[in-house]
């Protein structure tokens, strides 16, 4: 079983649409990241979070650490939207090893 | 925005053969990463550095992997002897006190 599982694995959305990715994790943690990998393979730092909500524009990350659980929320979708989004936490064990989700794929279509 | 910087971006090489894939962090940090995802797979973490020295490392990296920053810039991996489960795409990440962490773009190894 992983230790960090996301769903769904893939999403299909219509522009405008609010969507929704969530992350759950089996190992304490120290911190959890929000990634976003472009077709072409780049891997760009969305969020990190230990704690509570964080927002930045469109993107809105929540973590509730007691139910071992996070969501990634993107208000008002857009095509350009339409990547990979992964979930990796730092284990409270190993507090520099990300431990990676299998990532949900996006695409919004216009 | 700073960047990180990796090259090259390919690499093709024969079983057997040493690669070395070069990165050029974020000039003010301290921390330098190396994962790789094999195509159609997760990120894998493979090893962290910090203060000159390896400071955690996954399974995977064992003794045909080794990391260096030999000039307080370039932070290299090398691959001794590489096998056909060595292709993937390599992403070198770095960050600094603030915890956020820069990806370079990656470097596709093929290893035929």
């Known amino acids: 079983k992983n230790e960090v599982e996301q769903s769904p694995q893939n999403l299909t959305a219509q522009e405008g649409e609010f969507i929704t990715i969530n992350c759950s994790y089996s190992?304490?943690?120290?911190?959890l990241h929000w990634l976003q990998q472009h077709p072409g393979g780049g891997i760009v730092s969305l969020f990190m979070l230990s704690s509570g909500k964080k927002k930045h524009g469109r993107l809105i990350a929540t973590i509730n650490i007691q139910e071992k659980h996070s969501s990634l929320h993107i208000t008002a979708s857009h095509p350009r939207d339409s990547a990979v989004y992964i979930c990796?936490?730092?284990?409270?064990?190993?507090?520099?090893?990300?431990?990676f989700g299998t990532g949900t794929r996006l695409q919004v279509f216009p | 925005e700073p960047e990180v910087t990796q090259t090259p971006s390919h690499q093709v090489t024969q079983m057997g053969q040493e690669v070395i894939l070069r990165c050029v962090p974020i000039s003010n940090h301290l921390y330098f990463y190396w994962y790789r995802q094999i195509l159609g797979q997760k990120v894998e973490f493979l090893v962290s550095?910090?203060?000159?020295?390896?400071?955690?490392k996954s399974e995977i990296f064992d003794d045909q992997f080794s990391v260096e920053r030999p000039d307080g810039s370039n932070f290299t991996l090398k691959i001794r002897s590489t096998k056909l489960e060595d292709s993937a795409m390599y992403f070198c990440?770095?960050?600094?006190?603030?915890?956020?962490?820069?990806f370079g773009s990656g470097t596709q190894l093929s290893v035929l």
């Open positions: 190992v304490g943690i120290s911190a």
């Open positions: 990796a936490v730092y284990s409270s064990y190993n507090t520099d090893k990300l431990i």
């Open positions: 550095f910090y203060n000159n020295e390896i400071s955690e």
């Open positions: 990440a770095s960050r600094g006190w603030d915890e956020k962490l820069f």
